[in-house]
């Protein structure tokens, strides 16, 4: 991510296009779709001008095979063409032209693709538009369709026409970029607007996604899944429902708060614009889907229903790479599932203009950044102590090794990733170089011992601080670690956004943030919490060291419940008793697994609209989220 230090939330947008099977049909109609496409997944970030988009393009084809040169020339004229008219630029690619083998006698071609890759600056990265809608009282949805012919619904190359082993004959194009060109601006100036409602900012643009594989009525599906609300479509075209449904021309769903003004802005431009329905706040098992097409009731089904037929192929795929026991888990949790609720009592807003200040780099309590080779977590983990108040300082192992020492450092904290690949096992690499190496030993021991000094590790570095016994059970007489990290109970890698809820516990860092339940980042592999014995978790229960806990969308934890811990995924690792986090007896030294360094920004977070953040925006636009009042908290504990 790139950052200004005027312009904190200055980034940069990246899309993919693609269109395989348009291409088998028509190779240089299937390139100008793969523009369109490309274009349509850039529309919801908000970028410098469409002439700053650089594209990449990638080319897998059979070209010695006979025909096959000829249908790539075409492709590249369309795609020439398209460029052109749209005035982008590709600046690079890469060509794999030998895409076919023979075998038996048979040669086997692979399908002619391209596949472009859009990049460009994004003036905001907090007013990307996601798919997910968000019901708001009077808020519609519309349909906008462009570059394409009007009236036309062509099939061709569509998923429809898979399901029945077809291809078809008749393919969409784009005969118009112009429409293309005027329906990026539209979305584009409503992305940098926004309205007051009451006493807070909203934006224009509620949701919005593009119109591609499966069409329109699996864009407005997938619209519905993400919002996880009920929606009611009628839809008025006098062509055949099928068509309408599932042809794949170019266009996109909104959803939006003022329909009048957005259709307004598209008859000046001649964009063919229309509302389809709206969103109503009915959650997971409450909500419908019902789509009414030229006055006949197409679908009228529960939404949880049609989202499992949706899941269908990645449940089989997810048989092969995740526990069956955790796979069940996640279907039934899908049914069960509303809103999460977020809660949040606690203030945790300040201006960070102290970081402009020259004498800042000077005064402030220094925190030393931990990194191994493999690490990855170094630059948000530096970003967050900074605007918390602390000089950061990136300490490598390396750097440690070659003699450097932790005595002018308040705080260290032991970053995510990957360290050594996580080839031993996670973290026991970085341990070994610790506990081996007597200087660096006795150098950690040393600041650890230290009353005035706290240390933060998180994901790998959570696993970190319980190999060295940082963390765990200190009533344990035993010298052996008491906590262990273990293989994630679903089998597999989890990456995921999902609530926790924060513990009443000795730690200084979390101190005045109990009860709340807020979202976080989970990212690993191995992050179930074991121990050497049963007593080992009571004891960390009861001297108050188990900070945070995995919880559900009512903010519940297993224990809630009465039972042992919460299902996959909101348990992502399988986690006795649901323990996200520990901490030290003195309650110095915080080990957690999920990511409150990728979360204390509100565009971090997958669903910031769940919460009212707007009236937490600084003049600097740099929207913290509640999660810097805990790296704020290690700041107010060093100069107290």
Same mark, same amino acid.
């Given at each position: 991510?790139? /950052?200004?230090?005027?312009?904190?939330?200055?980034?940069?947008?990246?899309?993919?296009?693609?269109? !395989?099977?348009?291409?088998?049909?028509?190779? @240089?109609?299937?390139?100008?779709?793969?523009?369109?496409?490309?274009?349509?997944?850039?529309?919801?970030?908000?970028?410098?001008?469409?002439?700053?988009?650089?594209?990449?393009?990638?080319?897998?084809?059979?070209?010695?095979? @006979?025909? =096959?040169?000829?249908?790539?020339?075409?492709?590249?004229?369309?795609?020439? &063409?398209?460029?052109?008219?749209?005035?982008?630029?590709?600046?690079?690619? %890469?060509?794999?032209?030998?895409?076919?083998?023979?075998?038996?006698? @048979?040669?086997?071609?692979?399908?002619?693709?391209?596949?472009?890759?859009?990049?460009?600056?994004?003036?905001?990265?907090?007013?990307?538009?996601?798919?997910?809608?968000?019901?708001?009282?009077?808020? %519609?949805?519309?349909?906008?369709?462009?570059?394409?012919?009007?009236?036309?619904?062509?099939?061709?190359?569509?998923?429809?026409?898979?399901?029945?082993?077809?291809?078809?004959?008749?393919?969409?194009?784009?005969?118009?970029?112009?429409?293309?060109?005027?329906?990026? $601006?539209?979305?584009?100036?409503?992305?940098?607007?926004?309205?007051?409602?009451?006493?807070? /900012?909203?934006?224009?643009?509620?949701?919005? *996604?593009?119109?591609?594989?499966?069409?329109?009525?699996?864009?407005?599906?997938?619209?519905?899944?993400?919002?996880?609300?009920?929606?009611?479509?009628?839809?008025?075209?006098?062509?055949?429902?099928?068509?309408?449904?599932?042809?794949?021309?170019?266009?996109?769903?909104?959803?939006?708060?003022?329909?009048?003004?957005?259709?307004?802005?598209?008859?000046?431009?001649?964009?063919?614009?229309?509302?389809?329905?709206?969103?109503?706040?009915?959650?997971?098992?409450?909500?419908?889907?019902?789509?009414?097409?030229?006055?006949?009731?197409?679908?009228?089904?529960?939404?949880?229903?049609?989202?499992? =037929?949706?899941?269908?192929?990645?449940?089989?795929?997810?048989?092969? &790479?995740?526990?069956?026991?955790?796979?069940?888990?996640?279907?039934?949790?899908?049914?069960?599932?509303?809103?999460?609720?977020?809660?949040?009592?606690?203030?945790?807003?300040? *201006? !960070? $203009?102290?970081?402009?200040?020259?004498?800042?780099?000077?005064?402030?309590?220094?925190?030393?950044?931990?990194?191994?080779?493999?690490?990855?977590?170094?630059?948000?983990?530096?970003?967050?102590?900074?605007?918390?108040?602390?000089?950061?300082?990136?300490?490598?192992?390396?750097?440690?090794?070659?003699?450097?020492?932790?005595?002018?450092?308040?705080?260290?904290?032991?970053?995510?990733?990957?360290?050594?690949?996580?080839?031993?096992?996670?973290?026991?690499?970085?341990?070994?170089?610790?506990?081996?190496?007597?200087?660096?030993? &006795?150098?950690?021991?040393?600041?650890?011992?230290?009353?005035?000094?706290?240390?933060?590790?998180?994901?790998?570095?959570?696993?970190?601080?319980?190999?060295?016994?940082?963390?765990?059970?200190?009533?344990?007489? $035993?010298?052996?670690?008491?906590?262990?990290?273990?293989?994630?109970?679903?089998? /597999?890698?989890?990456?995921?956004?999902?609530?926790?809820?924060?513990?009443?516990?000795?730690?200084?860092?979390?101190?005045?943030?109990?009860?709340?339940?807020?979202?976080?980042?989970?990212?690993?592999?191995?992050?179930?919490?074991?121990?050497? $014995?049963?007593?080992?978790?009571?004891?960390?229960?009861?001297?108050? &060291?188990?900070?945070?806990?995995?919880?559900?969308?009512?903010?519940?934890?297993?224990?809630?419940?009465?039972?042992?811990?919460?299902?996959?995924?909101?348990?992502?690792?399988?986690?006795?008793?649901?323990?996200?986090?520990?901490?030290?007896?003195?309650?110095?030294?915080?080990?957690?697994? !999920?990511?409150?360094? /990728?979360?204390?920004?509100?565009?971090?977070?997958?669903? !910031?609209?769940?919460?009212?953040?707007?009236?937490?925006?600084?003049?600097?636009?740099?929207?913290?989220?509640?999660?810097?009042?805990?790296?704020?908290?290690?700041?107010?504990?060093?100069?107290?």
């Amino acid at each position: 991510m790139h /950052r200004k230090d005027n312009q904190p939330n200055v980034g940069g947008a990246v899309s993919l296009g693609e269109q !395989p099977i348009k291409m088998l049909i028509d190779a @240089e109609k299937g390139a100008r779709m793969c523009i369109s496409e490309t274009i349509m997944n850039l529309i919801w970030a908000p970028i410098t001008d469409l002439k700053d988009v650089k594209m990449s393009g990638n080319w897998m084809w059979a070209a010695k095979c @006979e025909g =096959e040169g000829a249908r790539l020339v075409e492709a590249v004229g369309g795609l020439c &063409q398209g460029l052109r008219e749209i005035g982008c630029a590709i600046d690079g690619g %890469k060509d794999s032209l030998s895409m076919a083998v023979t075998a038996n006698g @048979e040669v086997v071609k692979s399908p002619g693709t391209l596949v472009l890759s859009a990049y460009a600056p994004c003036t905001n990265v907090s007013k990307v538009v996601n798919p997910s809608l968000k019901a708001t009282p009077g808020s %519609k949805i519309l349909w906008i369709k462009c570059g394409g012919v009007k009236g036309k619904f062509r099939l061709g190359g569509s998923a429809l026409a898979q399901v029945y082993s077809q291809i078809g004959d008749d393919c969409p194009d784009i005969e118009n970029f112009s429409e293309i060109s005027h329906v990026f $601006s539209i979305v584009q100036d409503l992305l940098n607007e926004d309205q007051l409602v009451g006493t807070v /900012r909203k934006p224009k643009i509620l949701a919005g *996604h593009d119109i591609s594989d499966g069409g329109l009525i699996t864009t407005i599906l997938e619209m519905a899944f993400a919002g996880n609300v009920s929606i009611d479509i009628d839809i008025q075209k006098e062509t055949d429902p099928i068509n309408i449904l599932f042809s794949e021309e170019c266009g996109i769903v909104l959803e939006v708060s003022d329909a009048e003004n957005v259709m307004k802005r598209c008859q000046s431009s001649v964009i063919e614009c229309s509302v389809i329905g709206h969103a109503t706040p009915e959650y997971g098992s409450d909500a419908h889907v019902k789509i009414q097409v030229n006055g006949k009731m197409e679908i009228n089904e529960k939404l949880v229903d049609l989202r499992e =037929e949706w899941e269908l192929v990645g449940d089989k795929l997810g048989e092969h &790479q995740t526990n069956l026991k955790s796979l069940e888990e996640a279907k039934n949790v899908r049914k069960d599932c509303k809103k999460i609720q977020y809660k949040c009592d606690f203030e945790w807003f300040y *201006h !960070p $203009s102290f970081i402009y200040h020259e004498q800042y780099f000077s005064t402030a309590p220094r925190v030393a950044i931990i990194r191994e080779e493999g690490s990855n977590g170094d630059r948000e983990m530096a970003s967050a102590f900074t605007l918390a108040g602390f000089q950061t300082f990136d300490v490598t192992m390396s750097d440690m090794l070659k003699g450097h020492n932790l005595n002018s450092y308040r705080g260290v904290a032991f970053v995510g990733g990957f360290s050594y690949a996580d080839v031993l096992g996670s973290a026991k690499g970085w341990a070994a170089g610790i506990q081996f190496n007597e200087k660096v030993s &006795q150098s950690f021991k040393v600041f650890r011992s230290r009353s005035d000094t706290f240390s933060y590790g998180v994901c790998n570095g959570c696993q970190l601080m319980a190999q060295l016994g940082w963390v765990g059970d200190e009533d344990d007489e $035993s010298e052996s670690v008491t906590v262990f990290l273990d293989e994630n109970e679903c089998g /597999r890698f989890e990456s995921n956004f999902g609530p926790v809820k924060i513990e009443q516990s000795r730690c200084i860092m979390l101190s005045g943030m109990e009860n709340s339940i807020l979202g976080l980042w989970s990212s690993h592999g191995e992050g179930q919490f074991n121990y050497r $014995s049963s007593q080992n978790l009571e004891n960390l229960r009861r001297n108050g &060291q188990v900070c945070v806990r995995f919880c559900d969308d009512l903010g519940m934890t297993g224990a809630d419940y009465s039972k042992e811990k919460l299902p996959y995924p909101w348990n992502p690792n399988g986690s006795i008793d649901d323990v996200a986090a520990i901490c030290s007896r003195d309650g110095r030294h915080l080990a957690m697994m !999920p990511h409150a360094d /990728r979360s204390f920004l509100t565009w971090q977070w997958a669903d !910031p609209d769940d919460v009212n953040w707007n009236t937490r925006f600084d003049q600097q636009s740099v929207a913290l989220s509640p999660w810097i009042r805990m790296f704020r908290n290690a700041y107010n504990w060093c100069e107290t």
